[in-house]
């Protein structure tokens, strides 16, 4: 009775270590999506695809545009709530560049997302909050060219809306 006990204790442990294993499995999502998304939230920094003088993607870039390849929309969204802010932020250059009709709800719906996120863009290393990322990404031409517009009215609509208390 004893060794079945032992056993059944061992069992518990190593089923709740291999559990700790990813550290927010999505919903519906595939073993290469979460391994993807682990990867991207472990280096926590937001990349552009060339960082400083190197002539190849980063390796983060890279991990951005496989999930962005393998993901679908309803994914992506999903994504976009994710507990880690550079998740969040890649899972919406994603949407943004898929040029997905959600982009202005969840840009709504993260407006005050304050999380500070790195970003690395060629040489310059900054932190912005998570919200100040997707606002900028949506407005100007300096990230991505190839992503999803908003009108001039619709930025300052979501500029007046950051700044409400």
């Known amino acids: 009775m004893k060794k079945i006990g032992i056993f059944l204790g061992f069992l518990c442990l190593m089923f709740s270590g291999c559990a700790q294993k990813a550290t927010n499995p999505e919903k519906g999502a595939n073993p290469k999506m ?3 998304v682990n990867s991207i939230s472990e280096k926590n920094i937001l990349q552009s695809k060339f960082v400083g003088r190197s002539t190849e993607p980063s390796s983060q870039y890279k991990a ?5 390849s393998i993901s679908d929309e309803k994914q ?18 994603a949407l943004a560049r898929l040029k997905s009709q959600t982009v202005s709800d969840i840009l709504k719906k993260h407006i005050k997302d304050e999380e500070k996120i790195k970003t690395i863009f060629g040489d310059i290393m900054n932190e912005v909050s998570v919200s100040d ?33």
Not at 64 to 68: D, K, R, V, Y
Not at 76 to 93: C, K, M, P
Request: charged share 25%.
């Open 34 to 36: 979460n391994e993807l």
């Open 64 to 68: 951005f545009e496989e999930l962005m």
């Open 76 to 93: 992506l969204i999903q994504l976009t709530d994710h507990e880690n802010g550079v998740v969040r932020s890649y899972a919406f250059w």
């Open 133 to 165: 990322f997707m606002l900028e990404l949506i407005s100007g031409d300096d990230i991505d060219q190839d992503c999803l517009r908003l009108s001039p009215e619709q930025i300052k609509t979501f500029q007046t809306l950051k700044k409400q208390n």
